[in-house]
Each structure stands twice: as structure tokens, then as C-alpha cells.
């Protein structure tokens, strides 16, 4: 019995990739390390009853690994190990699960590889919303206003709004816009919503 917030086993053969933090992984300060296999603190829980409670570890594929920018620095290939399973979730959002993982290939992220991933997506309207802002968060601002240009009108912009003050809520919590650069980078963006808002 997978549970309700699993789908079915996957294909551990497919692609898949995972965004890291170069600078600390763990709470302890551990590091990923490469091409070693990985495994998680917390084994897949089929019976939880929120997302958090899944246990394992998040990856997705190349065309929603765009909306996971928030979670690093580094995009790194994810190979998985032969004796662990793979299981794809329910989210629309691409999101697998597994327990082990082989990290591979370190690619940094900056703005001009953001852009890349964004046009290489295939996310669900709010999720570009949240990635947009978590864009602007990271500091790849000319990503954000990429998205912002292309996924918001004035049908949408009180919804992209609504989703960007929610996911700076949360982000706040978290300590990850507390630094000047991200405040001045989601002030952009903001400004730039509220223009389309007052547009209509």
C-alpha cells in the first residue's frame, strides 16, 4: 500500500535531478558528497498524512526542477542507487521520492541558467508564481521578470500576487530573504506585479 501521497514505483533509469545548497545540505552542516551514494535521515513513510511527513528524498525531472531553485545553489544530476526504489508522488509538480541517491555532475546555478530551466519547464500556473518569486529571492532577477512577462496578465496577476506574499510569508520563517539583495530583488518584482494590477 503506497499511501496517499504516493502514485506508483518509477523508473529509477529516467533522469532525474536535485537542487543542492553547496554551503550545507544537513542542520549539522554536512555536505552532499559526490558521486557517493546518499542516504536520507528519514525513510519513506507511506502511511503519512502531510507532505512533510514522506520522509526520503525530493527529486524531480528536468522540466519541473525549475520551481525547486529556492532549495540551493547547485543543480546536480541523480542517479539511483540499485538496491533503493524510486516512487512518483501525486503532486503535479513532478516530485519523486527515493531513499538513497547518487549525486553527480555539479552545475551552479546563476541567472542565465535559471532562464535556461525556466524555458525547459512545464509547471502548473501557481507553481510559476511561486518559482518566479522564489527567482527574485535567489537573486536572479531578469529570470523573475522573464516569468513575470510571459505567465502574468491582468486575468492572473491578483492570483500571482496572492502567491507571492504567501511564499515570502513562509520564506521569512525560514530566514531565506532577510539579506538585502533579496528584499531589493522581490521589491522589483512586486512593483512589477502591481503595475499589471493597476493596468487593468
Known amino acids: 500500500m503506497l499511501g496517499k501521497f504516493f502514485e506508483c514505483e518509477a523508473d529509477k533509469n529516467n533522469k532525474y535531478y536535485r537542487v543542492i545548497h553547496t554551503i550545507k545540505e544537513y542542520s549539522d552542516g554536512r555536505r552532499f558528497p559526490m558521486n557517493e551514494i546518499v542516504v536520507s535521515d528519514k525513510k519513506i513513510n507511506f502511511n503519512a498524512t502531510v507532505q512533510s511527513e514522506m520522509g526520503g528524498f525530493c527529486i524531480s525531472t528536468y522540466e519541473y526542477i525549475f520551481r525547486w531553485l529556492i532549495r540551493g545553489d547547485t543543480l546536480c544530476e541523480v542517479k539511483i542507487p540499485e538496491d533503493c526504489k524510486i516512487y512518483k508522488t501525486i503532486s503535479k509538480n513532478g516530485i519523486y521520492i527515493a531513499e538513497k541517491m547518487i549525486l553527480s555532475n555539479p552545475k551552479k546555478i546563476d541567472d542565465d541558467f535559471a532562464t535556461e530551466l525556466y524555458f525547459n519547464s512545464n509547471?502548473?500556473?501557481?507553481?510559476?508564481?511561486?518559482?518566479?518569486?522564489?527567482?527574485?529571492?535567489c537573486g536572479y532577477i531578469s529570470t523573475a521578470l522573464k516569468v513575470c512577462e510571459e505567465q502574468v496578465n491582468k486575468e492572473n496577476v491578483n492570483i500571482a500576487i496572492a502567491e507571492l506574499e504567501s511564499f515570502c510569508k513562509r520564506r521569512k520563517g525560514e530566514n531565506d530573504i532577510n539579506h538585502f539583495l533579496a528584499i531589493k530583488s522581490v521589491n522589483i518584482l512586486y512593483n512589477k506585479l502591481k503595475q499589471i494590477q493597476n493596468n487593468k
Open 123 to 137: 509547471l502548473v500556473e501557481e507553481s510559476y508564481f511561486q518559482a518566479m518569486t522564489a527567482c527574485a529571492i
